[in-house]
């Protein structure tokens, strides 16, 4: 079975600043995808970054990039020049082949001004 | 580039009644439809994924009397809460695989529900 586990409940960052928000994973598949999405108050899932389990590189976009360690099952989050529009909540989730979307339990980040 | 449109946004209703919740995939066919429900500061959990033409498939715990799910065309899958109670109060979220991606899904923007 697949899991996702952020131990993170809550993080908080200066505006500006880069935070790292952990996702660890944990599946038998070979093939496998990874995702972060962010969800603010309005409830909408936004589609952030993705990683597939033969990239060979860190996935990139814009401000986001995923530091994935593949031998440790890790899939962190890093935000750069955080602003306040990013406090909402994070999910990592993961699909394997054949499978449904599992997601983690969520961080909250809060950006301070 | 793909979207999901799910109405209403938001409902309120009385307990015992019934409310239909819509999703339509704009610009692409969506042969499946995930339905999650979110309950406040917890994470998406997988209520049913429904297929076009055929029966839903429903997660251990989902009561499929109760919360019906219809995909009668492959751009319009619906979930009927029946006889809704307060405990069905959630926020309720559809997904579809994107599909200009090799990867990734696309949601709704949800529909949250009240039951008083």
């Known amino acids: 079975a697949q899991k996702i586990t952020q131990t993170q409940p809550g993080m908080f960052v200066q505006e500006k600043e880069a935070v790292t928000l952990d996702c660890t994973y944990d599946?038998?598949?070979?093939?496998?995808?990874l995702f972060w999405y962010k969800q603010p108050s309005s409830g909408e899932m936004i589609f952030l970054i993705y990683q597939g389990s033969y990239d060979q590189q860190n996935a990139t976009e814009g401000r986001y990039s995923l530091n994935f360690q593949k031998a440790r099952k890790s899939a962190n989050l890093v935000i750069s020049a955080s602003q306040l529009g990013d406090s909402a909540m994070y999910f990592c989730?993961?699909?394997?082949?054949?499978?449904?979307?599992?997601f983690g339990p969520g961080t909250r980040l809060s950006v301070l001004p | 580039g793909a979207v999901v449109s799910q109405h209403p946004s938001w409902v309120i209703c009385k307990s015992g009644t019934s409310v239909k919740i819509e999703c339509r995939s704009l610009d692409f066919q969506a042969t499946t439809m995930f339905w999650y429900r979110q309950f406040p500061k917890q994470s998406l959990m997988l209520m049913a994924t429904?297929?076009?033409?055929?029966?839903?498939?429903?997660e251990q715990g989902v009561e499929k009397d109760k919360f019906l799910i219809n995909h009668a065309s492959l751009t319009l899958s619906t979930l009927t809460v029946t006889s809704a109670h307060p405990e069905d109060s959630s926020f309720y979220i559809c997904?579809?695989?994107?599909?200009?991606?090799?990867?990734?899904?696309?949601f709704g923007s949800g529909t949250r529900l009240t039951v008083v």
């Open positions: 997904s579809a695989p994107t599909p200009d991606r090799a990867y990734g899904y696309t």
């Open positions: 429904s297929n076009e033409g055929s029966k839903a498939t429903y």
């Open positions: 989730a993961m699909v394997g082949y054949g499978q449904n979307f599992v």
């Open positions: 599946t038998s598949d070979p093939s496998y995808g």
